[in-house]
């Protein structure tokens, strides 16, 4: 099994905050058939 973690210092910015919850989810459908784990920290 492979996963692929993504990291991004907070920010109080809750606009920021969603960024990486949405590139996250892009990186996700790019890369399905090659890691089945990705998340983000």
């Known amino acids: 099994m492979k996963a692929l ?3 991004a210092h907070g920010s109080r910015k809750e ?3 969603h960024e990486i919850e949405y590139l ?4 996700r459908n790019l890369v ?3 890691f089945e784990i ?3 920290s």
């Open 5 to 7: 973690v993504i990291i």
């Open 15 to 17: 606009e920021s905050n």
């Open 24 to 27: 996250t989810n892009e990186v």
């Open 32 to 34: 399905k058939n090659e």
């Open 38 to 40: 990705v998340e983000y």
